[in-house]
């Protein structure tokens, strides 16, 4: 069965029978594309106030010693690892659910004071502080026309 993930190709001729209405309907659609995009994935928000930009991800299940943070060439890559088994005993069922893997999202923010950047991890949410450099005035040169 996985190797019938529909990727929208439109590669089914619609000649407007029902059987073809019926194949076009199930291989263009975009059922899986959720399940794909939040299993390597993590939510994000970025706050921008006068001083600093406050960025805040969402990373549920995931243990503090199994994220990486990294800023460099003016973007910070937020990485983590899951690992995560679930046992379930019941009657004559037995359940066992696993779910492992590494996801990273990159964020492109200029002008941050690298040695001040700080982070925070509680119940489930990062809150990365990226403090601005301070503004510089732009200095114009003003050239008198003769």
Same mark, same amino acid.
């Given at each position: 069965? #996985? /190797?019938?993930?529909? #990727?929208?190709?439109?590669?089914?001729?619609?000649?407007?029978? /029902?059987?073809?209405?019926?194949? !076009?309907?199930?291989?263009?659609?975009?059922?899986?594309?959720?399940?794909?995009?939040?299993?390597?994935?993590?939510?994000?928000?970025?706050?921008?106030?006068?001083?600093?930009?406050?960025?805040?991800?969402?990373?549920? /299940?995931?243990?503090?010693?199994?994220?990486?943070?990294?800023?460099?060439?003016?973007?910070?890559?937020? !990485?983590?690892?899951?690992?995560?088994?679930?046992?379930?005993?019941?009657?004559?069922?037995?359940?066992?659910?696993?779910?492992?893997?590494? #996801? !990273?999202?990159?964020?492109?923010?200029?002008?941050?004071?690298?040695? !001040?950047?700080?982070?925070?991890?509680?119940? /489930?949410?990062?809150?990365?502080?990226?403090?601005?450099?301070?503004?510089?005035?732009?200095?114009?040169?003003?050239?008198?026309?003769?």
């Amino acid at each position: 069965m #996985f /190797g019938l993930i529909p #990727f929208n190709t439109n590669s089914i001729d619609n000649k407007g029978d /029902g059987f073809g209405n019926l194949l !076009s309907d199930f291989f263009d659609d975009n059922f899986f594309t959720p399940f794909y995009k939040e299993a390597n994935a993590f939510k994000a928000d970025i706050k921008e106030t006068e001083n600093e930009y406050l960025v805040e991800a969402e990373l549920p /299940g995931v243990k503090k010693e199994d994220i990486s943070l990294e800023y460099k060439d003016n973007n910070l890559t937020i !990485s983590a690892k899951r690992d995560e088994t679930i046992d379930e005993e019941k009657d004559n069922y037995v359940r066992k659910e696993r779910h492992h893997g590494t #996801f !990273s999202r990159t964020f492109y923010v200029e002008d941050i004071k690298e040695d !001040s950047i700080s982070a925070k991890f509680d119940n /489930g949410e990062l809150i990365v502080t990226l403090p601005k450099l301070p503004k510089t005035e732009e200095k114009v040169n003003k050239i008198d026309i003769q």
